[in-house]
């Protein structure tokens, strides 16, 4: 493998946790649900809640790989 090949910060495998971590946050907050899941935990939300967050944070990683694609062009 090409030792001088650079992978984008996004997609290094010891930075998933940590992206993951501020996207799922992002999409708490923008839902309004970040205080609910602060008290009683993430298991708290409804199956509706949790399919909402998982699509906010779907668009929010689609916006990580879209601003690391731009900047490799």
Do not use: T
Not at 19 to 31: I, P, S
């Amino acid at each position: 493998m090409n030792k001088d090949f650079n992978i984008p910060d996004p997609y290094h495998p010891n930075q998933v946790d940590l992206h993951l971590d501020d996207v799922q946050q992002q999409a708490l907050e923008q839902l309004g649900l970040n205080e609910q899941v602060n008290r009683q935990g993430i298991e708290s939300l409804s199956p509706e809640q949790a399919a909402q967050v998982g699509q906010v944070m779907a668009e929010g990683f689609a916006a990580l790989a879209s601003n690391v694609n731009q900047q490799s062009e």
